[in-house]
């Protein structure tokens, strides 16, 4: 079993930054991770995600202000969060996605408030 564990979260004020981690419990460089996000009363989100090949890819509403990082000898992923704004409020999950396989992280809160 693969376990992902997520910190980084916190609360900043509005236009703050956070770095978000996602260490994985095994090697990445097989997984496509991703990061989502769920606020209260919605559906989860994709936020961003990077390939085991080494393409990112972003959720449009990101507009440039999140940078989605890996380090495969760390077996971590990273979110650069800056220019925070408060839609930006709420859980962020950790999933890692392999053949036949699918795993999330617990979920680290990020609440953007002045």
């Known amino acids: 079993q693969v376990q992902l564990a997520e910190s980084g979260g916190g609360l900043v004020q509005p236009g703050g930054s956070l770095r978000l981690s996602c260490v994985v419990s095994?090697?990445?460089?097989?997984?496509?991770i991703y990061w989502y996000r769920q606020a209260p009363g919605k559906q989860r989100e994709l936020v961003a995600g990077?390939?085991?090949?080494?393409?990112?890819n972003y959720a449009d509403f990101v507009e440039g202000r999140f940078t989605i990082s890996r380090d495969n000898a760390k077996n971590t992923v990273y979110l650069q969060m800056n220019s925070l704004k408060p839609e930006d409020t709420a859980v962020y999950f950790c999933?890692?996605?392999?053949?036949?396989?699918?795993?999330w992280g617990q979920g680290t809160q990020v609440t953007v408030s002045s």
């Open positions: 999933n890692a996605r392999g053949i036949l396989q699918n795993y």
């Open positions: 095994r090697s990445i460089s097989i997984y496509n």
């Open positions: 990077s390939t085991s090949s080494g393409t990112t």
